[in-house]
């Protein structure tokens, strides 16, 4: 087995890439070892030191780790801990329910138009391209014309977080739809 390592906007987190379908259309992001419970891949990432995040998506898993910690000793390990995994066909969740970022809200019709055309244009122009750079952005509302996304993976603690929110995804919404104004980041 081959896994790839690509790097990521944020210089914490590095991407690998086993070449296989780990998650079949979701993706789960794990911020400490406790909240991983639920993953045996993600449990013996942690074990590694310096390891402070897990965010598995459909074809990669991102680690961040701390300031501290050294690529060149991590990279090894982290490469060894997932082909060892991958190879004895472990599973990578013990239940598949899915978090839910999105908030449950009761939108008016013409609201709902407005919600299904951000939740379209994220998923068909947003998605793919942040899940290139190893992490995720998903939809959580629209409120008073603004949009509040979960940032996840790479994507969370990334220094070009706000310019993507920003210049990339606001000025995109606003194009397509101009009953956005403002888009917001949902803290983790």
């Keep these: 087995m081959y896994i790839q390592t690509e790097q990521t906007p944020n210089p914490l987190t590095l991407k690998f890439i086993p070449g296989l379908i780990l998650l079949m259309g979701h993706s789960v992001d794990f911020e400490s070892q406790e909240a991983a419970k639920n993953s045996p891949l993600a ?21 961040t780790k701390t300031e501290e910690g050294s690529w060149d000793v991590l990279k090894p390990q982290i490469l ?5 995994h991958l190879l004895a066909q472990r599973p990578i969740l013990l239940d ?3 978090e839910c970022v999105e908030e449950d809200i009761d939108y008016t019709d013409e609201e709902q138009k407005i919600v299904d055309q951000i939740k379209e244009l ?9 899940a290139m750079d190893g992490g995720d952005i998903v939809f959580a509302k629209f409120q008073n014309g603004t949009v509040f996304l979960k940032l996840r993976g790479a994507c969370s603690g990334c220094p070009s977080s706000s310019a993507t929110l920003k210049s990339g995804i606001e000025n995109m919404l606003r194009y397509y739809v101009p009953e956005v104004l403002d888009v917001q980041q949902i803290p983790t």
Excluded: K, N
């Excluded at 060894?80 to 060892?84: F, G, P, V």
């Design 43 to 63: 449990l013996r990432l942690f074990e590694i030191d310096s390891v402070t995040r897990i965010f598995i998506g459909e074809e990669f898993v991102s680690v």
């Design 80 to 84: 060894s801990a997932l082909m060892d």
């Design 122 to 130: 994220i998923e068909t122009r947003v998605r793919p391209a942040v």
């Design 96 to 98: 598949t329910t899915e």
